[in-house]
């Protein structure tokens, strides 16, 4: 599943959509702007392998752990449960969606988790690709267009996102 809500009413809108998501493949179900909401990320969810979300994130003091904002809202994954487990992998194409440091200054820096993606790692998916900083939507869309054409060559989730940075 690819979503991708591009103009969203409380925040700036993604863009290059068409770069990094120029093919989509036979199997593939994509939920663009009005339809990348969060009752339909539930629904298709639920029957995913692999959901790819090419959005803005959110992290900050009032969502620790950080959302992804849709069409509709910002979705938390905790509110879509059990959607998740068994997942094979969540790409989270979505600025700070990887940090796991607390946002609270006052919080100890201890070997604890926080992050969007460990989120996901906690409801059952069994792996994340998250970033740690904003990225440009460009170069964003570049990179995720190069990681998908490795994976069309057959290479694995951890070597095609290896091969996309080196390109990059």
Known sequence: ???MPGAVPHAAPTRFHAIA????????TVLSEEKATKGNVRTWSASADIVSFFAHGHYGEDVPAGVIR??????????????WRGM?????WACRSGVNV????LTPWVDEVFGLDVV??????????GTFWNVPDL????????????L?????????????????
Request: aromatic letters at 8%; charged letters at 25%.
């Open 1 to 3: 599943v690819v979503v």
């Open 21 to 28: 998501f120029g093919e989509i493949g036979a199997t593939e």
């Open 70 to 83: 849709l069409a509709d809202g910002d979705v938390n994954p905790a509110e879509h449960g059990e959607a």
């Open 88 to 92: 094979e992998r969540v790409e989270l």
């Open 102 to 105: 607390s946002y609270d200054p």
């Open 120 to 129: 996901f790692h906690q409801l059952g998916v069994r792996s994340t690709i």
């Open 139 to 150: 170069v964003t869309a570049l990179l995720v267009r190069e990681y998908r054409h490795a």
């Open 152 to 168: 069309t060559r057959g290479r694995g989730a951890p070597a095609s996102l290896a091969d996309a940075m080196r390109w990059w």
